[in-house]
């Protein structure tokens, strides 16, 4: 069998730990012997980050944004304990965090759903699609004490003049005060976003929020995303055969629960970082999540949704087996394979792609699995764990 040539490349970005050992361990079971693989590496262990002064982690966005389409292993954000641990001279910036300010984009994410693998809401049968706006609101405000008897006021400086609107007038008690932001711009990259993960995966997109106690904030957000639907995608939508709806939070989090899955859920940056653990873990678990990053200018980088597996990987220096699951860095491999193979049309690398997805999922629901999927399932055969190498093993196999 000839392998699979590719044209352009896609930005590699290695990383630490558990998952980067992993990482190679895919392209040697899984994808070289298949696919002529064309990428461009970027070596974002943090070993490397330190030695080029973090240099490398914006080089690989910058990557991104030549070449379209890039896949990132799970990177440690450095912490007080990492500093002494890695000898670092700085507390390096989260890599996602950097590549997310390059990219300015949203990130999806959905469950990776296998046959006698049951979530626990047992009418989810489709995955639902996370896709959390990553800018803004209490991720970047300011608050402050006020004392009893304090006064505060919201003062804006615009073209418009100076406006001091009062907040609270304290009196006999004390208590808190906080000011939050968003930009239209940022916003609207936001549905832009959405809306076009929503054509790519042809399904709905419903978008929630509190317009009717945030009359001013809230509602901007409602009005922008209805702007651009009505603008530039109602027709796209209506020819795909798909929609969009907006409605109230708490009303959205009452019919995702009665739903059967399949739509996209577009949540404002708190809203997302909530309800996506908990679809996160309705569904089963983090090692069987899609994470990708959608730039507004049509930009995707994928990567796993977990980190990098710490407690494995000291498991794995001691040369001890671990069964860490790769489930999701293989699905990433994959997603940027397929999104390469579709944009520079070579339809062997999208079907290879989709196979090794269906590979994957054959697998497991076949009773071959790694140790943390297996006290989930609960299918008709007898579940097997393996350790992480004769898992992807097992994966080829079926390959
Ligand atoms: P983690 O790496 O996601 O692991 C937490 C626990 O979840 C593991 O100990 C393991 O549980 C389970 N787990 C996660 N992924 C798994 C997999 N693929 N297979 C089997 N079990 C899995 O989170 P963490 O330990 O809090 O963070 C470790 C490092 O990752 C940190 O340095 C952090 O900065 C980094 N991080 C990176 C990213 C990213 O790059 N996207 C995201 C999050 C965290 P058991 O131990 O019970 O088996
Ligand atoms: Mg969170």
Redesign the pocket.
Known sequence: MSKIKMINPVVEMD???MTRVIWSDIKDILINPYVELKSEYYDLGLPNREATKDNVTVQSAEAIKKYGVGV?C????PNAQ?VSEYNLTSMWKS??GTIRAILDGTVFRAPILVEGIKPYIPTWTSPITMARHAYGDIYKDVEAKVAKGGRATLVIEDEDGRREIEIFDFGKSSGIVMGMHNTDKSISSFARCCFNYALDVKQDVWFAAKDTISKTYDHNFKDIFAEIYESEYREKFEKAGIEYFYTLIDDAVARAVRSNGGFIWACKNYDGDVMSDMVATAYGS??MMTSVLVSPDGNYEY??????????YYKYLKGEETS???V?TIFAWTGALRKRGELDKIDELVDFADRLDKAVIDTIASGYM???LVALYSGKNKAVKLNTVDFMKKIAEKL
């Open positions: 990383g630490d730990e990132k799970a990177t440690i954000t990492r890599p996602n983090l090692a990567e796993a949704a977990h980190g990098t597996v710490t407690r494995h860490t699951n790769p999701a790694t140790g943390d």
